[in-house]
C-alpha cells in the first residue's frame, strides 16, 4: 500500500522553522506599514522582499536559523527607530 504522505513533505522541525520564518516576514511588513513616507515604505519593503527572496532556496536548518536570528535583529531595530521617530 502506498503511504499517503508526499515525498516532498517537511518533517515537523522544517514545518516549524518554515512557520518562523513566515512570521518574521509578516512581522516586518506590519512594521513597515508604521513608516509615514511612502518612498521609505516601498524601499524598506523592496528590502525585505529582496532579502527573503534571496534565501528563498536555503535547505541548511542552521543557516536559515541564523538567518531567523539576523532578521529578528533587524526588525528590533526597525521598531526601536519607528518608536523614535514617533516620540
Known amino acids: 500500500m ?16 518554515h512557520q518562523e520564518v513566515l512570521k518574521l516576514y ?3 511588513l506590519r512594521s513597515i506599514r508604521e513608516v509615514e513616507s ?3 515604505r516601498q524601499q524598506l519593503r523592496e528590502w525585505v ?8 532556496h536555503e535547505t541548511d536548518e542552521i543557516t536559515i536559523r541564523n538567518l531567523v536570528v539576523n532578521g529578528e535583529r533587524a526588525l ?4 526601536q ?3 523614535l521617530s514617533r516620540s
Not at 528590533?76 to 521598531?79: F, I, N, P, R, T
Request: proline share 5%.
Open 49 to 56: 522582499q529582496t532579502d527573503f527572496r534571496k534565501h528563498r
Open 81 to 83: 527607530s519607528l518608536a
Open 38 to 40: 511612502p518612498s521609505d
Open 26 to 28: 509578516r512581522s516586518f
Open 76 to 79: 528590533k531595530e526597525l521598531q
Open 2 to 17: 502506498a503511504s499517503k504522505i508526499p515525498r516532498n513533505a517537511m518533517s515537523l522541525k522544517q514545518f516549524m522553522l
